[in-house]
């Protein structure tokens, strides 16, 4: 299949239902759906937007698994087994290196919680594992043991992953990720689960308490968080630490790993303390929503899922009609907006620490003479041009 051009592939509303619908409950299409898919230039959407999140594996795997599959023409199957065929082989990789890297912690005695995605490679929520593009390996280990989980993997060719211009946060909830020669992905050592701003939804202290063995192979077995606390960390991840219910925008990673999370653990959810942590710091709003933007694509009906709440109903619409919006002309400043929201205060604090006089006053001062400094150097500049312009 040849590569999709952004200005042939328009994304509309109808899109993202038939995306939700293509990779959760593919055998309830409609004819028109159908029609679509085996059209070359009809389908053009759907699978732009598809790869904008990184879900060609996923689709490959729901499709395979229905009677849909059969209908697809050769270009379009060549095309998405090629996609899983090279997620699978990533993650394989990342399963390698999370093997690799906490063995040397257990070596070393220090205790390690694998959140996130990781987790789902080896506890069966990513199934095939193919199912989710992933990045890096994130590892929580005790706070006062971060320094010495640090050293133990830099000691074993572990170095930080930076370039001459990164600047290591200050009040980051996670060091500087964390690369090896010939390692497959980077490794993101954890203090705290959630940053600062978000902490308030789900503690370090209560991951730590209810975590649960996760076995790596037959020899290493380390923790895992509990599965009603792994729904938490999901939503608080994309909603509140990423923003998406600020920026209103809806993570289809995030959505699908939230399904995915449900669909493996079930009974074992205890969905009203869910409610509760998002409930005790104000944000249930951002819960609420995500579960109706589950419900609404995905057919995710959880025992807190309410269809009918109109703020929810609205936001979600409102993040749909904004992406759709955003394909024009403007999209090409989002890089630059991402900069400016970089002198927010919350994010300057992250960055820079709150200690001294005026610390956010201060933070900025330094950021902007980094991206000044940056600037000056071809490399960087031209970077910059490209994102802003092209």
Known sequence: MSAVNPQQAKITAQ??????????????????????????????????????????????????????????????????????????????GIKEEAIYACQLLTNANIPVVMLKGGASLFNGVFNPISNRFMTDIDLLVPEELQDKANQTLMSCGYAQNIEEHDHAAVGHHHAPALFREG?????????????????????????????????????????????????????????????GYEDKHIDWRQLLNLQAIAKQ???DINWQYVFEHFNRCKKAESLSALLYAANKYLKLTTAITCTDDK??????NTCIKQYVK???????????????????????KVSYGDDGHFPVFTGRIKRMKRHLSMLTKPKYLSRFIKKVFH
């Open 326 to 348: 955003r394909q024009s002309a403007h999209k090409r400043f989002s890089h630059l907006f991402t900069v400016i929201k970089g002198y927010g205060k919350e994010s300057i």
């Open 183 to 243: 390692g497959h992905c980077c490794v993101e050592l954890h203090r705290w689960v959630l940053m600062k701003s978000a902490s308030d939804t789900l503690s370090t202290e209560e991951v730590w308490q209810n975590a649960k063995p996760l076995a790596l192979t037959s020899t290493l077995t380390i923790l895992q968080m509990e599965p009603t606390q792994q729904i938490v960390l999901s939503v608080a991840h994309s909603e509140l630490s990423h923003k």
């Open 265 to 267: 653990y079930q009974n």
């Open 15 to 92: 899109t993202f239902l038939d995306m939700g619908m293509w990779l959760t409950h593919p055998e309830q299409c409609s004819q028109q759906q159908l029609n679509n898919l085996l059209d070359e230039d009809a389908r053009l959407p759907l699978i732009s937007l598809v790869n904008t999140y990184w879900l060609g594996g996923a689709l490959h795997n729901s499709l395979k698994d229905s009677n849909v599959w059969q209908a697809l023409d050769q270009e379009l199957q060549d095309y998405l087994a090629e996609l899983e065929q090279f997620y699978n082989q990533r993650n394989q």
């Open 311 to 316: 703020q929810a109903v609205s936001h979600v």
